[in-house]
Each structure stands twice: as structure tokens, then as C-alpha cells.
């Protein structure tokens, strides 16, 4: 079975600053997608951004990128010029292909300070 | 255009009750899914549908829980008799099936609290 590792409790960082979230995940597939959705106190969880395994290119998405290392199966994200609505929680997320079961980390939970 | 509408979006109930938590789904989406979210567990998949037809129930706890979708614009997910274990916020998703993998619209959310 896949799993999905986010080793950050908590982070925190103050606005404007970059930031880098963590996500580790197992899985003998070759081909899958990996997402980070985030959930701000509103509780309504909402993609941020999204990567399919078999692109080498990195996934960008305004000030939001992720660098994913394939064969260290690792998918973090990148938060460029912080800003205060960017506290939530970060949930990274693997879904194999041909599948529609998203397996999610525990989460981490990002404040940014003014 | 409306999101996922979820109802109620905070339930209080004693142990032994039934509860049901309703879905509307995004219109035209024909994939919908029930999460559970507790800080023990994080985020599972319950339960989910293809063009109203369950296609992946091994998510579900027990046979207390059940859910259906009578309709292209309308699920349940029904848990009778409730226990104080369930208390957790349950998530509906939905999307369309052939769209982008993986983009899931999730609603607001029903936090359940069994006493």
C-alpha cells in the first residue's frame, strides 16, 4: 500500500519569507500523480498544485512550486513571498494512475506571521 | 457557480443516535467521495461513487456506517448507532471522472460530535 510522509508537524515563518514543506512517499508504481492540497481554518480543503510522475519538469503554479526527486520519492513544496493567507494546512497527497483514491499525509501546519 | 454544499455543519449527538450527513455535489460532476478527518488518523477515504454507482467501500469502519447516491445531485452517509470513536469531520468531494486526476472540490465539511 502507498503512504504518504510529511516528517513537519508545524512550521512558521513570517511574510514574505520562502518557505519549504517536506513529503516523503512509498510506492512501487511507476506511474502515479502527487498533489498538495491545502485546508485553511475554513476547513474546505483546496489544491494547490499538481505533478504527474512520468514529467521531469517540475510542477509551478505562481509562487507555488514543488521539486520532485523521483527516485528518492520525494515531493516537496516550495512557498514563494509568503503571505498572511497562506496559513492553513498543507496536506501532500499520491494517487497511481488509473486510480482515483488519493492517499493523503498527516499534514503541516503553516503559519505565516506578519 | 456553487461548490459542494454539505449538511449540517456541526452535528452534536449522544451515543446511539442515528446521523446522517447530505451532500450536494458540484453539478456535472459524476464522481463523489466521503472523507473522514481526525487528528488521529488524518484524512481516510470512506466511500466513493462513479455516476452514482459505489465503487470503493473498504474505506467504510463498520457496518454502522452507510452511504448512498439515490441521484446524480445528492448523497448520504448515514451512521447508526453513532459512537463518541466517530466524532471527526466528514469531508465530501467531488469531480469529474475523465477531468484532471485528482482534483478533488471538497465541501465545508461536517464536524460530528457523539457524546
Known amino acids: 500500500a502507498q503512504t504518504v510522509t510529511q516528517s513537519q508537524p508545524e512550521m512558521s515563518v513570517q511574510e514574505a519569507e520562502t518557505v519549504t514543506l517536506s513529503c516523503t512517499y512509498d510506492t512501487s508504481e511507476n506511474n502515479y500523480y502527487l498533489f498538495w492540497y491545502k485546508q485553511p481554518p475554513s476547513r474546505q480543503m483546496i489544491l494547490v498544485i499538481r505533478?504527474?510522475?512520468?514529467?521531469?519538469q517540475n510542477a509551478t503554479e505562481n509562487r507555488f512550486s514543488v521539486n520532485f526527486q523521483k527516485a528518492a520519492k520525494s515531493f516537496s513544496l516550495k512557498i514563494s513571498d509568503s503571505q498572511l493567507g497562506d496559513t492553513a494546512m498543507y496536506f501532500c497527497?499520491?494517487?497511481?494512475?488509473?486510480?482515483?483514491?488519493?492517499?493523503f499525509g498527516q499534514g503541516t501546519r503553516l503559519t505565516i506571521n506578519p | 457557480d456553487a461548490g459542494v454544499i454539505q449538511s449540517p455543519r456541526h452535528e452534536v449527538t449522544e451515543m446511539g443516535q442515528e446521523v446522517t450527513l447530505r451532500c450536494k455535489p458540484i453539478?456535472?460532476?459524476?464522481?463523489l467521495f466521503w472523507y473522514r478527518q481526525t487528528m488521529m488518523r488524518g484524512l481516510e477515504l470512506l466511500i466513493y461513487?462513479?455516476?452514482?454507482?459505489?465503487?470503493?467501500d473498504s474505506g467504510m469502519p463498520e457496518d454502522r456506517f452507510s452511504a448512498k447516491m439515490p441521484n446524480a445531485s445528492f448523497s448520504t452517509l448515514k451512521i447508526q448507532p453513532s459512537e463518541p470513536r466517530d466524532s471527526a469531520v466528514y469531508f465530501c468531494?467531488?469531480?469529474?471522472?475523465?477531468?484532471?486526476?485528482?482534483?478533488?472540490?471538497f465541501g465545508e465539511g461536517s464536524r460530528l460530535t457523539v457524546l
Open positions: 497527497a499520491f494517487m497511481n494512475q488509473g486510480a482515483q483514491k488519493l492517499v
Open positions: 505533478q504527474e510522475a512520468y514529467k521531469q
Open positions: 468531494a467531488s469531480s469529474l471522472q475523465g477531468g484532471h486526476a485528482g482534483e478533488l472540490f
Open positions: 453539478s456535472g460532476h459524476n464522481s
Open positions: 461513487f462513479n455516476n452514482n454507482v459505489p465503487i470503493d
